[in-house]
């Protein structure tokens, strides 16, 4: 049995999308972020990290979306997530996932956390020094869209749904991904799938949707 520990649009909804993808049952245990449940002693036995997703399969605890993303494909290989082990589309997928997660990921951090980083007077110039670092990086993913319909293969992959959670997290930034015109249609491919739609109503994610 799966249990997904999450909280509403976070680093969890690529993991959450792609239980509902792979249409195995699962538990979705709330920890609320906003009020500091993270850090929480119950929940640091779960993820010493203090951050969201977690994912707890039969006892064994697993944090990091990507790599929850990575396993939960390889268990359900049937349903094609993943491209199989050993071929040269499964390098690619890990190019792509481990990019995501590795290169865009962290500005992200930078802008929602600068807190974190700077002084709060130093705040604004470090925000927009990440997203002079994302505005590329985004580029690359439409250029890599200009005449493809998924960023590995030619199916949906858990690089989308990773992809797709990226993008979203751009929607309030003065640089949006949804403004991209090849990743704006990848953006609404993922968004019309069942998937996505019942991980939006279950995590109460309203407008705008990325
Ligand atoms: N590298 C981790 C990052 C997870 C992460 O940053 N989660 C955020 C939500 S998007 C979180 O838990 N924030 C709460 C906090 O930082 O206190 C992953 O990809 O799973």
């Given at each position: 049995m799966y249990a997904l520990y999450f909280s509403p649009a976070t680093a969890a909804m690529a993991p959450h999308m792609l239980l509902r993808e792979l249409g195995v049952e699962f538990e979705l245990r709330r920890v609320d972020t906003e009020k500091g449940e993270q850090r929480d002693q119950a929940y640091l036995v779960v993820n010493p990290n203090a951050r969201v997703p977690a994912l707890d399969h039969d006892g064994l605890v697993l944090w990091e979306a990507a790599a929850i993303c990575t396993y939960l494909c390889d268990l359900h290989p049937e349903a094609g997530f993943a491209p199989p082990v050993g071929t040269a589309l499964r390098g690619e997928f890990y190019k792509w996932m481990t990019w995501l997660t590795n290169t865009i990921q962290p500005d992200m951090i930078c802008w929602f956390y600068p807190e974190r980083y700077v002084p709060a007077e130093d705040s604004e110039t470090f925000k927009l020094k990440a997203l002079d670092r994302m505005v590329p990086r985004f580029a690359m993913l439409d250029q890599r869209l200009r005449d493809r319909e998924w960023l590995v293969g030619d199916r949906i992959t858990a690089v989308d749904l990773y992809a797709f959670m990226l993008?979203?997290?751009?929607?309030?930034?003065?640089?949006?991904?949804?403004?991209?015109?090849?990743?704006?249609?990848?953006?609404?491919?993922?968004?019309?799938?069942?998937?996505?739609?019942?991980?939006?109503?279950?995590?109460?994610?309203?407008?705008?949707?990325?």
């Open positions: 993008s979203r997290w751009t929607r309030n930034m003065p640089k949006r991904a949804r403004d991209l015109p090849n990743l704006r249609r990848l953006l609404d491919r993922v968004m019309a799938r069942p998937a996505t739609q019942k991980t939006y109503e279950v995590e109460g994610i309203v407008e705008p949707l990325f």
